[in-house]
């Protein structure tokens, strides 16, 4: 009976310290080896729930230079149209040209996004200032590589600005 609950507890505390590890989505393990999680947030429009951010890095803190994979654990449906929309203009608002100039761009992102189901996992490893690689529900899907890509994409989630895009920023940084 003793040697049962020792291997209960062993069994406890192994799972309790495998428990961020745990949950790390297997494109990150791969891509980023040994991730660990920088910070997470709930994104919500009025009081419906979008989406669920989560960022990983090599070292657990967050740096503009060095690779890093966001992901995102969606609690709606989206169509494909929807998101490359957003996300142009979410780009060009952060000062990666307008609409003609992104053009382009609209041609790889399609590549990249399909239309979303409730609990799709999209997650984008950032891989270079400009490159960057993008899985949907752990299959890899697309690389991009556009000037400045990091900054212009990335900077949607983790460059807020204000209200509650700058709290989501924030937490995803680890910086509350």
Not at 14 to 22: D, E, Q, R, T, V
Not at 100 to 116: D, K
Request: aromatic share 8%; with cysteine; hydrophobic share 45%.
């Amino acid at each position: 009976m003793r040697m049962i609950k020792t291997a209960l507890a062993a069994l406890a505390l192994a799972l309790a310290a495998a428990g961020p590890a745990a949950a790390r989505p297997a494109e990150v393990a791969s891509a980023i080896p040994g991730a660990q999680q920088v910070g997470e947030a709930r994104y919500s429009l009025l009081t419906i729930s979008l989406f669920e951010a989560e960022l990983w890095t090599s070292n657990g803190a967050f740096s503009w230079n060095a690779p890093f994979a966001l992901t995102l654990n969606y609690e709606r449906a989206a169509r494909q149209s929807t998101l490359i929309n957003r996300t142009l203009s979410e780009m060009s608002q952060r000062g990666a040209g307008n609409a003609n100039a992104l053009a382009p761009l609209r041609t790889q992102l399609e590549q990249c996004f399909p239309n979303i189901a409730r609990g799709d996992r999209v997650t984008g490893v950032s891989t270079g200032a400009n490159t960057a690689v993008f899985y949907h529900n752990g299959a890899r899907r697309c690389d991009i590589e556009w000037p400045g890509f990091r900054r212009h994409f990335f900077g949607i989630w983790l460059d807020g600005r204000d209200g509650q895009a700058a709290t989501l920023s924030a937490r995803l940084r680890g910086e509350s």
